[in-house]
Protein backbone atom coordinates (compact mmCIF):
# COMPACT_ATOMS: atom_id res chain seq x y z
CA UNK A 1 0.00 0.00 0.00
CA UNK A 2 1.50 3.47 -0.89
CA UNK A 3 1.73 5.86 1.63
CA UNK A 4 -0.80 8.52 2.59
CA UNK A 5 0.61 12.03 1.62
CA UNK A 6 -1.83 14.52 3.13
CA UNK A 7 -2.31 17.83 1.29
CA UNK A 8 -4.25 20.97 2.16
CA UNK A 9 -7.70 21.53 0.50
CA UNK A 10 -8.91 24.68 1.83
CA UNK A 11 -6.31 26.87 3.51
CA UNK A 12 -6.30 30.28 5.58
CA UNK A 13 -4.05 33.18 5.53
CA UNK A 14 -3.81 34.28 9.05
CA UNK A 15 -1.04 36.37 10.85
CA UNK A 16 0.78 34.57 13.30
CA UNK A 17 2.45 36.09 16.56
CA UNK A 18 5.01 34.85 18.62
CA UNK A 19 5.48 37.83 21.55
CA UNK A 20 6.86 37.59 24.85
CA UNK A 21 8.05 40.76 26.88
CA UNK A 22 10.30 39.66 29.76
CA UNK A 23 11.46 41.61 33.02
CA UNK A 24 14.85 41.03 31.57
CA UNK A 25 16.44 44.41 30.42
CA UNK A 26 17.21 43.60 26.99
CA UNK A 27 16.21 44.02 23.56
CA UNK A 28 13.03 42.68 23.58
CA UNK A 29 11.46 40.25 20.58
CA UNK A 30 8.33 39.72 18.18
CA UNK A 31 8.49 37.37 15.60
CA UNK A 32 6.05 37.71 13.00
CA UNK A 33 4.65 34.73 10.23
CA UNK A 34 1.78 33.66 8.20
CA UNK A 35 0.25 30.36 8.40
CA UNK A 36 1.67 27.81 5.57
CA UNK A 37 0.14 24.74 4.12
CA UNK A 38 0.34 21.45 5.11
CA UNK A 39 3.05 20.94 2.31
CA UNK A 40 5.81 23.28 2.84
CA UNK A 41 7.98 23.33 5.62
CA UNK A 42 8.36 26.22 7.10
CA UNK A 43 6.33 29.53 7.50
CA UNK A 44 6.14 32.53 5.42
CA UNK A 45 7.84 35.79 7.20
CA UNK A 46 5.73 39.07 7.59
CA UNK A 47 7.53 41.62 6.54
CA UNK A 48 7.45 45.35 6.30
CA UNK A 49 5.43 45.59 9.87
CA UNK A 50 5.24 48.19 11.90
CA UNK A 51 5.78 46.71 15.72
CA UNK A 52 5.26 48.69 19.05
CA UNK A 53 4.86 47.54 22.54
CA UNK A 54 3.06 50.23 24.51
CA UNK A 55 2.56 50.94 28.30
CA UNK A 56 -0.49 52.47 30.00
CA UNK A 57 1.40 55.25 30.98
CA UNK A 58 1.68 56.82 27.02
CA UNK A 59 5.11 54.78 26.87
CA UNK A 60 6.44 53.42 23.43
CA UNK A 61 8.95 51.06 22.42
CA UNK A 62 9.59 51.02 18.73
CA UNK A 63 10.82 47.81 17.23
CA UNK A 64 12.81 47.25 13.66
CA UNK A 65 13.15 44.30 11.87
CA UNK A 66 16.54 42.65 11.81
CA UNK A 67 15.37 39.53 10.01
CA UNK A 68 12.88 38.70 7.71
CA UNK A 69 9.95 38.67 10.27
CA UNK A 70 12.19 39.12 13.33
CA UNK A 71 11.62 42.22 15.16
CA UNK A 72 13.73 43.80 17.74
CA UNK A 73 13.32 46.57 19.91
CA UNK A 74 15.40 49.64 19.21
CA UNK A 75 16.02 50.36 23.16
CA UNK A 76 16.79 47.80 25.47
CA UNK A 77 13.99 47.55 27.60
CA UNK A 78 11.67 45.33 30.53
CA UNK A 79 8.61 44.66 31.77
CA UNK A 80 8.26 46.58 35.53
CA UNK A 81 5.71 45.99 37.87
CA UNK A 82 2.54 48.46 37.86
CA UNK A 83 2.52 49.26 34.39
CA UNK A 84 0.19 47.46 31.59
CA UNK A 85 1.69 46.06 27.96
CA UNK A 86 -0.21 46.28 24.71
CA UNK A 87 1.38 45.12 21.58
CA UNK A 88 0.37 46.86 18.04
CA UNK A 89 1.48 45.71 14.73
CA UNK A 90 0.64 47.14 11.44
CA UNK A 91 0.93 45.04 8.71
CA UNK A 92 2.70 46.38 5.12
CA UNK A 93 -1.08 46.45 3.63
CA UNK A 94 -2.05 48.45 6.36
CA UNK A 95 -4.19 45.90 8.42
CA UNK A 96 -3.53 47.09 11.99
CA UNK A 97 -3.71 44.26 15.22
CA UNK A 98 -3.67 44.81 18.96
CA UNK A 99 -3.53 42.73 21.82
CA UNK A 100 -4.92 43.17 25.03
CA UNK A 101 -3.32 44.73 27.89
CA UNK A 102 -1.18 42.23 30.22
CA UNK A 103 1.01 43.34 33.37
CA UNK A 104 3.81 41.15 35.12
CA UNK A 105 3.06 38.65 37.49
CA UNK A 106 5.12 38.45 41.04
CA UNK A 107 8.30 37.04 40.29
CA UNK A 108 9.01 33.08 41.06
CA UNK A 109 12.57 32.04 41.15
CA UNK A 110 13.58 28.49 40.58
CA UNK A 111 14.78 27.02 44.16
CA UNK A 112 16.46 24.20 42.38
CA UNK A 113 17.23 22.26 39.02
CA UNK A 114 18.77 18.77 39.02
CA UNK A 115 19.24 15.21 37.39
CA UNK A 116 18.00 12.35 38.51
CA UNK A 117 18.50 8.66 37.06
CA UNK A 118 15.18 7.15 36.74
CA UNK A 119 12.75 4.55 34.65
CA UNK A 120 9.99 6.93 33.53
CA UNK A 121 6.06 5.64 32.59
CA UNK A 122 7.28 3.45 29.94
CA UNK A 123 10.31 1.68 31.80
CA UNK A 124 12.83 3.71 29.55
CA UNK A 125 15.94 4.19 31.63
CA UNK A 126 17.22 7.54 31.61
CA UNK A 127 17.94 11.12 33.05
CA UNK A 128 15.10 12.80 34.38
CA UNK A 129 15.58 17.03 34.67
CA UNK A 130 13.73 18.50 37.25
CA UNK A 131 12.86 21.66 39.15
CA UNK A 132 11.79 22.89 42.40
CA UNK A 133 10.31 26.17 43.15
CA UNK A 134 7.41 28.42 45.35
CA UNK A 135 5.91 31.14 46.08
CA UNK A 136 5.68 32.80 49.97
CA UNK A 137 3.04 34.77 48.56
CA UNK A 138 0.53 32.44 46.55
CA UNK A 139 0.00 34.74 44.07
CA UNK A 140 1.73 33.13 40.98
CA UNK A 141 0.53 29.81 39.69
CA UNK A 142 1.29 29.21 36.22
CA UNK A 143 4.37 28.72 34.72
CA UNK A 144 5.74 27.45 31.40
CA UNK A 145 9.34 26.61 30.64
CA UNK A 146 11.90 26.20 28.00
CA UNK A 147 15.25 24.74 27.94
CA UNK A 148 18.50 24.65 25.88
CA UNK A 149 20.45 21.37 26.20
CA UNK A 150 24.12 21.81 24.90
CA UNK A 151 26.47 18.46 25.19
CA UNK A 152 29.82 17.48 24.44
CA UNK A 153 31.17 15.60 21.36
CA UNK A 154 33.96 13.59 20.75
CA UNK A 155 34.45 12.17 17.38
CA UNK A 156 35.48 8.30 17.99
CA UNK A 157 37.58 7.73 15.30
CA UNK A 158 39.43 11.30 14.58
CA UNK A 159 42.56 11.45 13.54
CA UNK A 160 45.12 14.28 12.89
CA UNK A 161 45.51 13.68 10.07
CA UNK A 162 42.99 13.35 6.52
CA UNK A 163 42.30 13.21 2.85
CA UNK A 164 42.95 16.19 1.66
CA UNK A 165 42.44 17.07 -2.63
CA UNK A 166 45.36 18.89 -4.19
CA UNK A 167 46.55 19.47 -7.65
CA UNK A 168 48.15 16.28 -8.76
CA UNK A 169 51.44 18.34 -9.82
CA UNK A 170 51.74 19.34 -6.72
CA UNK A 171 52.26 15.87 -5.09
CA UNK A 172 55.11 15.15 -3.42
CA UNK A 173 57.05 11.86 -3.42
CA UNK A 174 56.34 11.07 0.00
CA UNK A 175 52.31 11.60 -0.34
CA UNK A 176 50.71 8.79 -0.59
CA UNK A 177 48.05 8.71 -3.44
CA UNK A 178 44.61 7.08 -3.31
CA UNK A 179 43.24 8.17 -6.62
CA UNK A 180 43.73 10.88 -9.48
CA UNK A 181 42.06 11.95 -11.92
CA UNK A 182 45.18 13.41 -13.63
CA UNK A 183 44.28 17.21 -12.39
CA UNK A 184 43.70 16.11 -8.72
CA UNK A 185 44.63 14.11 -6.27
CA UNK A 186 43.37 12.41 -3.26
CA UNK A 187 46.36 12.54 -0.60
CA UNK A 188 46.66 12.21 3.02
CA UNK A 189 47.29 15.92 4.86
CA UNK A 190 47.40 17.24 8.46
CA UNK A 191 44.20 18.43 10.01
CA UNK A 192 43.49 22.67 9.84
CA UNK A 193 40.68 22.37 12.92
CA UNK A 194 39.96 21.23 15.72
CA UNK A 195 37.47 18.19 14.77
CA UNK A 196 37.77 16.07 17.61
CA UNK A 197 35.79 17.89 20.37
CA UNK A 198 32.40 20.02 19.65
CA UNK A 199 29.40 21.07 21.22
CA UNK A 200 26.02 20.32 19.96
CA UNK A 201 22.95 21.85 20.85
CA UNK A 202 19.04 21.54 21.04
CA UNK A 203 16.62 24.06 21.45
CA UNK A 204 13.16 22.73 23.46
CA UNK A 205 10.74 22.37 20.65
CA UNK A 206 7.46 20.94 23.03
CA UNK A 207 5.41 23.47 25.33
CA UNK A 208 5.73 22.70 28.97
CA UNK A 209 3.25 24.15 31.14
CA UNK A 210 2.35 23.77 34.91
CA UNK A 211 0.09 25.39 37.77
CA UNK A 212 -0.04 25.17 41.37
CA UNK A 213 -3.56 25.96 41.31
CA UNK A 214 -6.04 23.88 43.24
CA UNK A 215 -2.76 23.22 45.77
CA UNK A 216 -2.26 24.11 49.34
CA UNK A 217 0.82 25.62 48.59
CA UNK A 218 2.00 27.73 45.74
CA UNK A 219 5.30 25.62 45.09
CA UNK A 220 6.20 22.19 42.32
CA UNK A 221 8.31 19.81 43.85
CA UNK A 222 10.02 17.42 41.30
CA UNK A 223 8.28 19.06 38.63
CA UNK A 224 9.79 17.26 35.31
CA UNK A 225 10.75 19.79 32.37
CA UNK A 226 12.95 16.84 30.22
CA UNK A 227 13.46 13.67 29.92
CA UNK A 228 16.75 12.12 28.04
CA UNK A 229 16.77 8.68 27.37
CA UNK A 230 20.30 6.78 28.62
CA UNK A 231 21.04 5.69 25.09
CA UNK A 232 21.17 8.73 23.54
CA UNK A 233 24.72 9.97 22.43
CA UNK A 234 24.37 13.17 23.74
CA UNK A 235 24.83 11.68 27.39
CA UNK A 236 28.04 9.81 26.72
CA UNK A 237 30.46 12.88 28.02
CA UNK A 238 29.51 15.72 29.72
CA UNK A 239 25.91 17.76 29.30
CA UNK A 240 24.73 20.82 30.28
CA UNK A 241 21.13 22.30 30.30
CA UNK A 242 19.83 25.41 31.03
CA UNK A 243 16.09 25.94 31.80
CA UNK A 244 14.11 28.83 32.03
CA UNK A 245 10.84 29.32 34.05
CA UNK A 246 8.26 31.96 32.53
CA UNK A 247 5.63 33.25 35.47
CA UNK A 248 2.58 33.50 33.35
CA UNK A 249 -1.64 34.16 33.80
CA UNK A 250 -4.12 32.35 33.27
CA UNK A 251 -5.22 33.05 29.58
CA UNK A 252 -1.62 32.73 28.66
CA UNK A 253 -1.43 29.35 30.35
CA UNK A 254 -4.92 28.16 29.21
CA UNK A 255 -3.73 28.90 25.33
CA UNK A 256 -0.26 27.15 25.66
CA UNK A 257 -2.33 24.68 27.48
CA UNK A 258 -4.64 24.05 24.54
CA UNK A 259 -1.71 23.74 21.94
CA UNK A 260 0.18 21.09 23.99
CA UNK A 261 -2.41 19.25 24.08
CA UNK A 262 -3.24 19.15 20.34
CA UNK A 263 0.43 18.50 19.77
CA UNK A 264 0.45 16.05 21.99
CA UNK A 265 -2.19 14.27 20.37
CA UNK A 266 -1.71 10.81 18.66
CA UNK A 267 -3.33 11.50 15.51
CA UNK A 268 -4.30 14.37 13.05
CA UNK A 269 -7.61 12.29 12.80
CA UNK A 270 -8.23 12.61 15.98
CA UNK A 271 -12.50 13.15 16.70
CA UNK A 272 -11.46 15.40 19.19
CA UNK A 273 -10.51 18.27 16.89
CA UNK A 274 -10.59 21.33 18.48
CA UNK A 275 -11.71 24.94 16.65
CA UNK A 276 -9.46 27.35 16.59
CA UNK A 277 -7.49 28.40 19.56
CA UNK A 278 -8.17 32.63 20.34
CA UNK A 279 -5.16 34.52 22.02
CA UNK A 280 -5.53 37.78 22.98
CA UNK A 281 -4.43 39.15 19.58
CA UNK A 282 -7.40 40.50 17.33
CA UNK A 283 -7.49 42.54 13.86
CA UNK A 284 -8.91 46.19 14.93
CA UNK A 285 -12.41 47.07 13.99
CA UNK A 286 -12.58 43.53 13.02
CA UNK A 287 -12.50 41.15 15.74
CA UNK A 288 -13.85 38.47 13.75
CA UNK A 289 -11.42 37.99 12.10
CA UNK A 290 -8.56 35.12 13.04
CA UNK A 291 -5.28 36.14 14.28
CA UNK A 292 -2.77 32.90 15.77
CA UNK A 293 -0.44 33.77 19.23
CA UNK A 294 -0.77 35.29 22.19
CA UNK A 295 1.30 38.26 23.84
CA UNK A 296 2.43 37.59 27.27
CA UNK A 297 3.87 39.38 30.21
CA UNK A 298 6.02 37.53 32.33
CA UNK A 299 8.75 37.26 34.52
CA UNK A 300 11.58 34.84 33.98
CA UNK A 301 14.47 33.09 36.11
CA UNK A 302 16.75 30.56 35.00
CA UNK A 303 19.30 27.90 36.10
CA UNK A 304 21.42 25.76 34.55
CA UNK A 305 22.75 22.30 35.19
CA UNK A 306 25.98 20.58 34.25
CA UNK A 307 26.83 16.58 34.90
CA UNK A 308 28.89 14.18 33.33
CA UNK A 309 27.51 10.51 31.60
CA UNK A 310 29.97 8.75 34.15
CA UNK A 311 28.21 10.29 37.67
CA UNK A 312 25.10 8.43 36.70
CA UNK A 313 26.46 5.54 34.95
CA UNK A 314 29.58 4.52 36.33
CA UNK A 315 30.01 1.02 35.21
CA UNK A 316 27.81 1.05 31.75
CA UNK A 317 29.73 1.63 28.63
CA UNK A 318 29.03 4.59 26.75
CA UNK A 319 25.72 5.13 24.72
CA UNK A 320 25.78 4.07 20.88
CA UNK A 321 27.36 7.07 18.58
CA UNK A 322 25.16 8.78 16.49
CA UNK A 323 26.38 6.81 13.91
CA UNK A 324 26.79 2.94 13.48
CA UNK A 325 30.67 3.99 11.86
CA UNK A 326 31.15 1.19 9.84
CA UNK A 327 34.30 1.49 7.77
CA UNK A 328 33.62 1.28 3.76
CA UNK A 329 35.39 1.22 0.51
CA UNK A 330 34.52 4.28 -0.80
CA UNK A 331 34.13 3.80 -4.79
CA UNK A 332 34.34 7.63 -5.41
CA UNK A 333 36.67 8.69 -3.29
CA UNK A 334 37.67 12.13 -4.62
CA UNK A 335 33.84 13.34 -5.10
CA UNK A 336 33.13 12.00 -1.55
CA UNK A 337 35.98 13.98 -0.21
CA UNK A 338 34.94 17.03 -1.79
CA UNK A 339 31.72 16.85 -0.80
CA UNK A 340 32.91 16.03 2.84
CA UNK A 341 31.27 12.71 2.87
CA UNK A 342 33.67 10.69 4.43
CA UNK A 343 36.73 10.67 5.99
CA UNK A 344 40.06 8.72 6.73
CA UNK A 345 40.83 5.63 8.63
CA UNK A 346 43.50 3.19 8.63
CA UNK A 347 42.71 0.30 7.35
CA UNK A 348 42.84 -3.07 9.52
CA UNK A 349 45.17 -4.98 7.39
CA UNK A 350 43.33 -8.34 7.73
CA UNK A 351 40.47 -6.34 5.28
CA UNK A 352 40.46 -7.23 2.12
CA UNK A 353 39.93 -5.06 0.11
CA UNK A 354 41.10 -2.59 2.66
CA UNK A 355 38.56 -0.50 4.32
CA UNK A 356 40.35 3.06 3.95
CA UNK A 357 36.97 5.51 4.42
CA UNK A 358 34.62 6.70 7.54
CA UNK A 359 31.40 8.48 7.68
CA UNK A 360 32.10 12.42 8.41
CA UNK A 361 30.75 12.50 11.81
CA UNK A 362 32.85 10.01 12.86
CA UNK A 363 36.00 11.12 12.36
CA UNK A 364 34.67 14.94 12.29
CA UNK A 365 32.56 15.99 15.23
CA UNK A 366 32.18 19.65 13.48
CA UNK A 367 29.68 17.27 11.17
CA UNK A 368 27.22 17.21 14.44
CA UNK A 369 28.53 20.39 16.60
CA UNK A 370 30.20 23.75 16.61
CA UNK A 371 34.24 23.51 17.41
CA UNK A 372 34.13 26.50 19.18
CA UNK A 373 33.16 25.79 23.25
CA UNK A 374 30.27 27.64 24.83
CA UNK A 375 31.51 31.15 26.83
CA UNK A 376 29.79 29.16 29.84
CA UNK A 377 31.11 25.87 29.45
CA UNK A 378 32.76 24.17 32.50
CA UNK A 379 34.34 20.71 32.22
Same mark, same amino acid.
Given at each position: ?D???P?TI???D???????L?D???H??V??????E?????P??E????V?I?????? /?????????????????????K??????S???????? $?????E??????K???????????D??????A????N???????R?????????????A?????YD???????S??????????? +????????????????????N?????I???????????????? /????????YIL????????????T??N???? $??????I????????????????G???????????????????????R???????????K?R?????????P??????????????VH??????L???????????? +?????????????????
Amino acid at each position: MDPYEPKTITFEDILVVEAILTDEYKHQEVILSRSYEFEREAPYPETDASVQITNDSGK /VYEFTEMDPGRYISVVPFKAEKGYEYSLSIKSSTGKT $YGSTAEQLHQPVKMDSLYAKRINDDFENNGMAISIDNSDPTGRSRYFRYEYEETYKIIAPYWLSYDYKIVNAGSVHEMDIVFTSN +GFESVILAPKEEEELICYGTNASTRIIVETTEGLDKSELTNFQ /VHFIESDDYILSHRYSILVRQFVTSFNAYNY $YKILRDIASSESLFSENQPGFIVGNISVVNNPNEKVIGFFDVSSVSERRLFFNYKDYYPKERLPPYASPCHPQKSITLMEQVRLDFVHYIEPNPLDNPPLNAIPREC +GDCTALGSNVKPSFWKD
